[in-house]
């Protein structure tokens, strides 16, 4: 056979062929995804986004990006052990530290780099992590990577995380937990939690990615309000990506659990450090919260009129203790029309389907904003009164 007439490797059966399939099987299922560029003006009032505090605009913290990066260049230049911890790092970590209660924060470049870090480096073979059921991708693949054995309880049952830790042949234990769950918007019981934890020697290691920002007083978190904020044995990750209206991750604990990080945590030793333009940012934000200590409960306000809106509406939909609300609509497909519905009408929400949620509990995810106007509330109100009247919205 000559080589004109052999058939292209395109065309055969290859390592890879089995993608098509798998794409043409999530199509079926309603669960194929789609990138969709985001227009810098676009008019749409955002519902989708976690800027939650709506400070990814604010005058003050785009000035401290654009100084940051006059002062610092475009990128961090190398890893933190290296030449990638600036003295603005050490700065917003110190400030970090102080707002969340705690003797000392380790920034990270993202809040699932952070959440892999701190797991990874307090836990591994011979160690159990217990896990609550409804925890974030990026808490579940750090329990994975650490090759702890992991135990999988039930959402926020706090007996069966007790159970868990008496049961356990292992010397140590992290208890694993977001404090605002992502989707459903609910915060986690962390005082019976911690009192679990400290009966059985365990370690409380809490998410506060929705929590940090948004809940308990002046939005130092919801470990805070709990009154663990600086406890020897409770850890917290935070993004800077939300509240705080950046990019990146920290870890915020004892000084004795930072300098471990710094020996540790292999998703800070070997990544690249968080960009000074970031690192400004988020300090930027963090001054405007502590200089306007409403901005928190602002947000909370306007997510709880959501809720009571869609309830009032018959919608059935999930209290928020924060930002986060979710309009639940049954099917993929559902979902997916509920969410081009709004869009049509200029109301962009977000969409989650499986594997993000359970079979049969894909919704739209209802983020509220510490910046929406009066005329905005009352176009949210409008398109989820129309939506409200579809008779096969669920």
Known sequence: MSTDDRPSYETQHHPLSWLALRADQRRAAGLRRTLVPRAADSALIDLAGNDYLGLTRHPEVVAATIEAVRRWGTGSTGSRLVTGTTELHAELEAEL?????TEAALV?????????GVITALAGRGDLIVSDSLNHASLIDAARLSRARIAITPHSDVDAVAAALAGRAEERALVVVESLFSVDGDTAPLRELHEACRAHGAVLVVDEAHGFGVAGPEGRGAVFEAGLAGEPDVVVAATLSKALASQG????????????????ARSMIFDTGLAPAAAGAALAALRVIRRDPGLPETVRKRSWEIYELALELGLQVTAPSG???????????AAVAARDFCLERGL?????????VPDGKSRLRVTARADLSDFEAEQIRSVLSDLAAIPTQV
């Open 323 to 333: 930002a986060v609300t979710s309009i639940i609509m049954g099917a993929p497909e």
């Open 97 to 101: 530290a102080a707002h969340a209660g």
């Open 108 to 116: 990270f470049s993202s809040g699932y780099l952070a959440n892999l």
């Open 249 to 264: 991750g920290a870890v915020l604990g004892s000084a004795e659990l930072i300098a471990h990080l710094v020996d540790a």
């Open 348 to 356: 962009h929400v977000g969409c989650f389907r499986p594997p993000s």
